[in-house]
Nanobody, 115 residues
Framework: VQLVESGGGLVQPGGSLRLSCVASGFTLSSYTMRWYRQAPGKERELVATISSAGSRTNYVDSMKGRITISRDNIKNTVYLQMNSLKPEDTAVYYC?????????WGQGTQVTVSS
């Protein structure tokens, strides 16, 4: 069972990134998927949630209107499109899969927003 994030990197303020999270070893379609982030010295924060069928989404207030979570259950992949990025969005972004008592985490991908 594995979740692998990718798509992070260094971007200037106002820029965009698209994070991907690919699952292997299990089928993503039954799982609620979430993206979290953790900035240095801060607690891990829930950023976005998408239901198993993709019909419901939720976003943290600080990023609402700038991010979109989506999923492709055929590709076993979840995405996080991030636009209008700010320096305070700098963090390690983690993918999470949850279903009943099953809870899986990826290793994280670094997002740095700086000029």
């Amino acid at each position: 069972v594995q979740l692998v994030e990718s798509g992070g990197g260094l971007v200037q303020p106002g820029g965009s990134l698209r994070l991907s999270c690919v699952a292997s070893g299990f089928t993503l379609s039954s799982y609620t998927m979430r993206w979290y982030r953790q900035a240095p010295g801060k607690e891990r924060e829930l950023v976005a949630t998408i239901s198993s069928a993709g019909s419901r989404t939720n976003y943290v207030d600080s990023m609402k209107g700038r991010i979109t979570i989506s999923r492709d259950n055929i590709k076993n992949t979840v995405y996080l499109q991030m636009n209008s990025l700010k320096p305070e969005d700098t963090a390690v972004y983690y993918c999470n899969a949850g279903f009943w008592d099953r809870n899986y985490w990826g290793q994280g991908t670094q997002v740095t927003v700086s000029s």
